[in-house]
């Protein structure tokens, strides 16, 4: 107990050392801002849940003492908090069979990504509360920021001459309305990146407690679906409800698409132009956004409604029988 506290305090502390690094205002303490996870999601995944939230807590008290009480909780909310949840719900098991051998079945990665997702959306709603406190505030701030900005940088129209006047408050507008959506997808794939590397730390370390899983075995919930029309429908109401709703939607696109890449690395296996295929499929994700993430997100729905993987596999994966919470 005495060396998970100390596991957990020491990750804590890098993690606050890492979260304060923003103060200075450079390109590289941004990158280890975004780092900033990484520490107590190591000593989580591979000490356990408390160890990563006596971290957690290591972390905030630093990161008050030196910033403030405000910022303090900011880290407790935005960082501390979503690891800890990410790390028990990572580590939750049961006694399960396979094959008629008694097994022990972890909670389902499907299942991980849609609390992935549900902490993003809730995250935007925290920061719309902090910048705004209101809707209004917020996009005025927002607004502000983008105006400031691209007065600054004008940047040109169709016809090549300057953005201004109606132009340029079009395109603030238009920015406005993708800030908190675009907000929540990035945070997730962060969330996402960071987790799978802390996993192959502790993998690689000798230390994990989760066996290691084939990410192509992703399955999300069948439930995840009518989920995704909910939270497109609520998408439309005002404030933050609304806000919190199309980051809600953003991040389920997200985790479908995920799933579609999965899927694609199971159906061109075996096939001799699967690289090219795989290459296409990741470029189309991360380069062309706009429409690679729609299409391989119909994919992975498609997926989950019709089950196009077992056309393909006999699921030698690990049995991710769902676990009730």
């Known amino acids: 107990m005495g060396n998970r506290l100390f596991i957990g305090l ?73 690891v800890v949840i990410l790390t028990y719900f990572a580590l939750l098991s049961r006694t399960g069979e396979r094959d008629g051998k008694p097994t022990v079945v972890w909670y389902p990665l499907g299942r991980l990504l849609i609390w ?42 169709a016809d090549g001459a300057p953005l201004a006047g109606e132009s340029l408050d079009q395109l603030v507008e238009v920015l406005v309305r993708i800030l908190p959506p675009a907000s929540a997808a990035w945070w997730m794939l962060m969330m996402v ?7 192959m730390v502790v993998q690689r370390s000798g230390q994990a407690i989760r066996p290691p899983e084939d990410c192509t075995s992703l399955d999300l919930p069948v439930a995840a679906a009518p989920l995704l029309g909910a939270a497109f429908a609520a998408s439309f109401l005002p ?33 001799p ?15 062309a956004s706009l429409v690679g993430v729609p299409m ?16 393909f596999s006999r699921g030698s994966g690990p049995p991710t029988t769902p676990i009730s919470t």
Not at 123 to 131: A, Q, R, S, T, Y
Not at 273 to 287: D, E, H, K, T, V
Request: charged content about 10%.
């Open 10 to 82: 020491t990750a804590g502390f890098v993690a606050g050392v890492l979260y304060i690094t923003v103060a200075t205002g450079t390109l590289f303490a941004l990158f280890l801002y975004f780092l900033t996870p990484l520490p107590l999601f190591i000593a989580g995944l591979g000490w356990g849940a408390l160890t990563a939230a006596a971290g957690g807590g290591a972390g905030t008290v630093i990161t008050t003492v030196i910033f403030g009480f405000d910022k303090g909780m900011q880290f407790l909310v935005t960082v501390a908090t979503p």
């Open 193 to 199: 990146a960071i987790m799978l590397v802390a996993s």
């Open 116 to 157: 992935i997702s549900g902490l993003s959306a809730a995250l935007i709603g925290f920061g719309v509360i902090i910048i705004g406190p209101g809707t209004d505030a917020f996009e005025a701030t927002v607004r502000e920021l983008f105006s400031a900005a691209l007065k600054a940088n004008p940047g040109v129209s």
């Open 296 to 311: 391989l997100a119909a994919t992975g729905m498609a997926e989950t409604l019709f089950r196009l993987r077992d056309r």
């Open 239 to 271: 404030g933050l409800a609304g806000i919190v709703a199309v980051s809600f939607t953003a991040t389920l696109i997200i985790g479908f698409a995920l799933q579609g890449l999965a899927v694609i690395h199971v159906i061109t296996r075996g096939n």
């Open 273 to 287: 132009m699967r690289p090219a295929l795989l290459g296409l499929a990741y470029l189309m994700f991360f380069a």
